[in-house]
């Protein structure tokens, strides 16, 4: 029984560091060796557990996506009014401290592989009905206590996951024209027109 919770911290620390890595250099130039490198482990250990670069890359998306749910559980678990957890949800997306900008390096370099990698986008196709499930049941709550407007909740969260995508990237990208303050106040005019629509 020990050695599976060895084995499984072992493939935490890689997947941890390959994540590192891709969020630094991009998925094209990540070596097995820099991840092994970074997990302080030899290079043959990674390969214990991962067969190839890709199949390293698949399991640290899916675990990228794993710690993201992790970091936001007690947001979405919250009891407070769901104006107040849509507002949360988004605060937690804003590319503003070095662990969610991070895992927005390494979301993009997926978006791109996925555009070729079938398995990619299947997993892309997992998480993001998991996140529109999510947006949508804060929505839907919202309704159903007569907080927020009238509207298919389900268009309204792909809305707003589709905005937090690509103003973050914009973010990302150092655009003068969307830094994070500015992408939180587009962001708060989404709420407010679902909290106090027209």
């Known amino acids: 029984m ?12 890689i997947l941890s560091a390959a994540c590192e890595v891709v969020s630094e250099v991009g998925f094209k ?6 991840v092994a490198k970074r997990a302080g482990i030899s290079t043959g250990s990674v390969h214990y557990y991962f067969d190839t670069k890709r199949d390293l890359m698949h399991a640290a998306f899916e675990w990228n996506f794993e710690r993201s749910i992790e970091r936001r559980r007690e947001l979405l678990e919250s009891p407070e009014p769901p104006a107040r957890r849509l507002r ?3 605060d937690s997306y804003l590319p503003a401290d070095p662990t969610t900008v991070a895992a927005w390096h390494v979301w993009a370099e997926l978006w791109v592989e996925a555009l070729h990698d ?9 998480v993001y009905g998991e996140w529109r499930r999510t947006v949508a049941a804060i929505i839907r709550d919202g309704q159903d206590q007569g907080h927020f407007g009238a509207g298919d909740p389900v268009h309204l969260a792909n809305g707003l996951v589709g905005m937090i995508d690509g103003l973050s ?5 150092r655009s003068k024209s969307m830094t994070v303050a500015r ?16």
């Open 183 to 198: 992408m939180r106040e587009v962001c708060e005019l989404f709420v407010e027109l679902v909290t106090h629509p027209r």
């Open 29 to 34: 130039s990540l070596r097995v060796s820099d």
């Open 88 to 90: 949360a949800f988004i």
């Open 2 to 13: 020990p050695r599976v919770s060895v084995e499984a911290e072992r493939k935490h620390e």
């Open 118 to 126: 079938p398995d990619l986008q299947e997993l892309n196709e997992r």
């Open 169 to 173: 990237l914009q973010v990302l990208m």
